[in-house]
């Protein structure tokens, strides 16, 4: 029921950000002031896209032939799995349950994605922070291409948009830490802007919504703006639990606190299928150092 994925080619804006490396300057103070990009970490990005798409996905993760979504790409190689933390329930949340795995090699699930996202985000996605150049060291310098790739691959921020939400949440002298990377990925699943507009068109008073028709505008606008296919039951499980406390009627504050998690959700589950899909690939004898993370 869901839409295929597509795919829109960035157009260079290297004169709109705040740094404006591009603009043309005094050879002299062009050299002092050009930042030399860090190294990049040898893990594919999209361009492992079309290998692991081609993997048969029925088991993998427990998604179906049906779910093939477009997913983000894999964190770097060698990654260790990082233990799930305790969680505490979300203010305004459905109260998470509290899980632990056995031992480092037990992976994240579907279930331990819905019953503990901020969990689930610590495990992968902070996993990914440690594998960027100083991840290890707790900063990892604004500069990093790497960084900035995965958090607009895995978010709504933009290319433009990338130095002013850094700078907002680091110092340009120590870099990003952890819990600054997590922080732009949970804030900006989607945009603001966007589930508004979706919502005006949906309500009749600019003001609320019946819950029924909030279900329907929830799948129809993650399928529009994240080109996700999903089976009708994963999106039942998804819904289930994001609007676990909503009324007869949903107003427009609700909506978009919906449109946020149900955008968290759909993005982490894509991130983890490409990891178990990276990892049967790697398994199978194929591209060396491509390696699930969960």
Known sequence: ????????????????????????????????????????????????????????????????????AFVAAPPPPGSPTAGFPSSQPRSGGSPQQAWSPASPQQGVTIDDILSNLDGAEEVLYGEAFVMFPGGHGGFVALDTAAMRDFICTNSAISMEDIDMELLKVSSPDDGLDREGFLHLLREFPISDGDSILHFMGMSTDAESLAAEECRTGLLLFAQEKLSTNFSDERWECIFNTVMWDADVTVMMEQWITYCKLTCRIVRLLRYAQVQKLASHQDGAGGRPGVRGGA
């Open 1 to 68: 029921m869901g839409q295929n994925a597509s795919c829109s080619v960035e157009e260079c804006h290297c004169q709109d950000g705040l740094l404006q490396f591009c603009v043309p300057a005094d050879p002299h103070k062009e050299t002092q002031s050009t930042i030399e990009p860090t190294p990049v970490p040898s893990y594919p990005m999209q361009a492992a896209l079309p290998e692991l798409a081609r993997l048969p996905v029925q088991g993998v993760f427990g998604f179906t032939a049906e779910e093939n």
